[in-house]
């Protein structure tokens, strides 16, 4: 499947989860600013329950590691956010914003770092997934794979923002 964007191959579509921990602790608004304020723009919004079979296909690169059961039982242990997410460079600049997967490396100023403080090691010894608040596609293989797999083409939207006066 093939994602519908502009024409032009360095403006990206990615696809960003608040997972459930962000919902719950009420900061989705806060975490959805970072990337906002960025002028990335956001043409898909949603709010759902994932079901372990969505879980799956989600996670199909992670379905036989170690951590997945705690992976998905964390995932849908709650409702999450799904935002798609456009612009140029979005895939990597998302992640950027995002920071490193564990909430105790990840670099003040990134959502995980400032948001967050789970570690590998606290979570192993729980036998509990990494609570680090926020999904964002991986690359741009991942996010050809995952805003189609979130979104349907009727479910994003095609708009100016005023950024884009002076960005393209
Ligand atoms: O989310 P990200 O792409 O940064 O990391 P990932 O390696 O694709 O792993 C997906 C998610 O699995 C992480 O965000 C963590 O929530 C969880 N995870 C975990 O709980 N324990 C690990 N050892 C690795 C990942
Ligand atoms: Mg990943």
Redesign the pocket.
Known sequence: MTQKTSKDPLIERTLVLVKPDGVERQISGEIITRIERTGLKIVGLKMTWMTKDFAKKH?KA?VTKA?YK??ED?MISGPVFALCVEGISAIELVRKIVGA?EPKSAAAGTIRGDYSHHS?AY?DKKGI??K?LI?AS?DKNDAEYEVPLWFNDSELFEYKSVHEKHTL
Do not use: E, K, Q, R
């Open positions: 996670y992670h951590f705690s992976l964390f997967t590998y979570a997934a990494i680090n999904h991986g």
